[in-house]
């Protein structure tokens, strides 16, 4: 728990003061963006590896569900083609769960932050080169009071998750192929993406409006947007050429 506190909790702390501080404007939300917009910068590489195999992932579903169905009663030669399509194509199935492992100790920190540091400032935490305000104003914008629930915010963030998640859900197969596998896979593929889809968004909403103060929703909103953006620039459409790259 030391170490947490001293790795994570002690620099965001510090940076969320220091920005509140130099900003032209000391507004605890734009700070929030700031230190937002930053971690999302330093995570790019991570993220985009993530984003990047989930693209991927779409445009090989189509020969991983021939395989599946091809190999459903030799499990061993399943898993090998499996394995050699993931190679073949530098796809790695657990790379989206990476990015989230990294976030969620960064996450954890900023809502101990966000629950702690209003008010009266942690001066006996603060860097030499930090100045203390005489405290950090929860009220941003001028109409939220990110220190309590938000309800607006967490409407907002589960609409965001709404969207991430359906922009880099796994899409459905192509229709002769669902023909010819049938459709029992396809449709348990079907209706996990849709649970997902609509899952994620609810449990955004339930803990948003519930539990978490609004500077943690206002984090939650504006990673999730930038996700959506960096998947809109970078990785728009899957590799067609992807499919082809697989041992026959």
């Known amino acids: 728990m030391e ?18 501080v130099v900003l032209p404007v000391a507004d605890i939300g734009l700070a929030i963006i700031i230190i937002t917009v930053v971690i999302k910068g330093i995570l ?17 579903q189509p020969k991983i569900k021939e ?3 091809k190999y459903k009663d030799e499990k061993e030669k399943m898993a090998s083609e499996l394995m050699a399509i993931y190679k073949n194509n530098n796809v790695n199935p657990m790379a989206s769960c990476l990015p989230l492992l990294i976030q969620l100790p960064i996450f954890i920190a900023l809502y101990n932050v966000l629950r702690d540091g209003f ?12 100045h203390a305000p005489e405290m950090l104003n929860p009220i941003s914008f001028g109409i939220i009071d990110l220190s309590a629930i ?16 359906k922009k880099t859900m796994t899409q459905r197969p192509m229709k002769s ?11 348990m593929m079907a ?42 620039i970078f990785l728009k459409q899957p590799k067609p050429e992807l499919e082809a790259k697989v041992i026959e």
Do not use: C
């Open 44 to 60: 790019f590489p991570l993220t985009f590896r993530s984003l990047k195999s989930q693209r991927d992932m779409q445009a090989i």
């Open 119 to 130: 008010g009266a400032i942690q001066t006996d935490i603060l860097y030499g080169f930090v």
């Open 177 to 187: 192929l669902r023909e010819k596998e049938g459709a029992k896979d396809e449709d």
């Open 3 to 20: 170490l947490f506190h001293t790795i994570f909790y002690i620099p965001l702390y510090n940076f969320l003061v220091w920005l509140y």
């Open 67 to 69: 395989i599946r169905e």
């Open 191 to 232: 209706n996990m993406n849709r649970m997902m889809l609509y899952f994620m968004p609810v449990i955004t909403l339930m803990i948003g409006s519930t539990s978490l103060p609004g500077g943690v929703m206002l984090y939650w909103l504006v990673t999730t947007g930038l996700t959506i953006l960096l998947y809109s």
């Open 150 to 165: 938000s309800i607006p915010l967490a409407v907002l963030a589960a609409i965001a998750q709404y969207f991430q998640v």
